[in-house]
């Protein structure tokens, strides 16, 4: 079955339908992240409130995802996948006719629910459409979400800030296109787990010590990264508008630029992997970051934005080569593996935003860019990874 897989390729339609999916999921994420100045102004909000804001959001996807993924490992659930989009349009319903401070936060656990329960679930379905190629279908799968990420200030720059919070509201229609998508792409996903049903050979295991201490090394790179890119979705905006004094409106542009390399970064990242090796895509993406981190705090206007999108692709481009990297360590684990990946992402992420907003109202937002200069020197620990690439044709099924 493997061969046959690998032989016939990627299953594109169902690659590109899940792609579409973490579009909408991310998109509904994004908007909320990207309208903290309207929160901060209409409920004059501390930016440890908004550090909070993001804590909640994401440490509900990171305390779900690992438990989603480790229950989905031994029963696939496809048609939980509409249920997490329905989360996540309830969530950003919540946020658009919100009246205080508590009702973001429900609107940010509803949110963290949708993603927690999407995530892991769609991930193992990109690996079961992969035919062998597994950094791209995940390159394929995460560029959606990322891309949805990337739009959500522009959405939010030319659209909610001219109408208003309220406006959020229209984009549960988006929502309500995901959750009709994601019932049909469940369908695909049961019909294909039945054939997949049938005997495989058992994958080799590892010892335990070694895939104990390589998951350490993989959760602290994870935690470099996102606790970087936490600093640019939470408090970027804010920076831009306090160091050089932009309107609202161009820092949202300006994020845009970020969002969008983190984007193309996705992309180039699985397929690299696939053919040079996901250790060195880890390598090169996350210490490659550190020289134009460490120059952003003191450069100019356009030099910052510039080296902004610079960052944002290195940076994303090692996440699809780290989830492959897991999932072979640990096979047949995808959902737990995935699950844990992107739960740790989010808890990083939320972790982040707090302890940094904390930072932001003590020692001011340009201080935690300094700080948070250093954070990919952490990347060093990839040498320390064991190589466990083989060739693409031996790849062994999910």
């Not at 990109?126 to 597994?134: E, K, N, P, V, Y």
């Not at 406006?167 to 049909?184: D, E, Q, R």
């Not at 590892?206 to 979705?233: C, D, N, Q």
């Not at 902004?308 to 072979?328: K, R």
Request: charged residues 10%.
């Amino acid at each position: 079955m493997a061969t046959a897989r690998a032989a016939t390729g990627p299953v594109f339609p169902a690659l590109l339908a899940a792609s579409l999916c973490h579009f909408v999921n991310d998109l509904m994420q994004s908007l909320f992240l990207a309208s903290y100045p309207l929160f901060k102004g209409g409920f004059a909000l501390s930016f440890a409130q908004i550090g909070l804001l993001t804590f909640t959001f994401q440490a509900t996807g990171s305390l779900l995802q690992p438990l989603v993924g480790l229950y989905t490992d031994r029963r696939p659930k496809p048609y939980s996948l509409p249920f997490g989009m329905a989360s996540s349009l309830a969530g950003v319903l919540t946020v658009a006719y919100a009246t205080h401070y508590l009702a973001l936060v429900a609107g940010a656990v509803l949110l963290g629910i949708g993603s927690s329960i999407f995530h892991p679930e769609t991930a193992r379905l990109a690996r079961l459409a992969s035919g062998g190629a597994h950094g791209l279908a995940q390159s394929i799968f995460q560029i959606g979400g990322n891309t949805g990420t990337a739009v959500g200030p522009l959405i939010v720059a030319f659209f909610v800030l001219p109408h208003g919070r309220a406006s959020l509201a229209w984009f549960s229609l988006a929502a309500l296109a995901g959750v009709l998508l994601m019932t049909g792409l469940g369908r695909w996903y049961q019909t294909h787990l039945k054939v997949k049903a049938k005997p495989q050979p058992k994958p080799l295991a590892r010892p335990r010590g070694e895939v104990a201490r390589v998951m350490s090394l993989l959760l602290l790179l994870i935690m470099s990264k996102f606790f970087y890119i936490a600093s640019i979705t939470s408090y970027y905006i804010f920076y831009l508008m306090h160091h050089f004094g932009l309107a609202e409106h161009s820092a949202q542009m300006a994020l845009f630029v970020f969002l969008a390399g983190m984007a193309i970064g996705t992309m180039v990242g699985g397929p690299v992997g696939d053919r040079v090796g996901r250790k060195a895509v880890i390598w090169g993406s996350i210490l490659g970051a550190l020289p134009f981190s460490l120059v952003l705090p003191y450069a100019s206007l356009p030099v910052t934005v510039a080296l902004s999108g610079v960052i944002g692709l290195i940076l994303s481009s090692a996440f699809p080569s780290i989830i492959v990297y897991g999932q072979e360590l640990m096979p047949g684990r995808v959902g737990t593996v995935s699950g844990l990946f992107f739960g740790l992402a989010f808890g990083i992420g939320g972790f982040g935003a707090a302890l940094l907003g904390l930072l932001a109202d003590w020692q001011g937002i340009d201080f935690v860019y300094r700080v948070c200069a250093f954070l990919p020197a952490i990347g060093l620990l990839a040498a320390f990874l064991p190589n466990l690439d083989r060739p693409l044709a031996d790849a062994a099924p999910a």
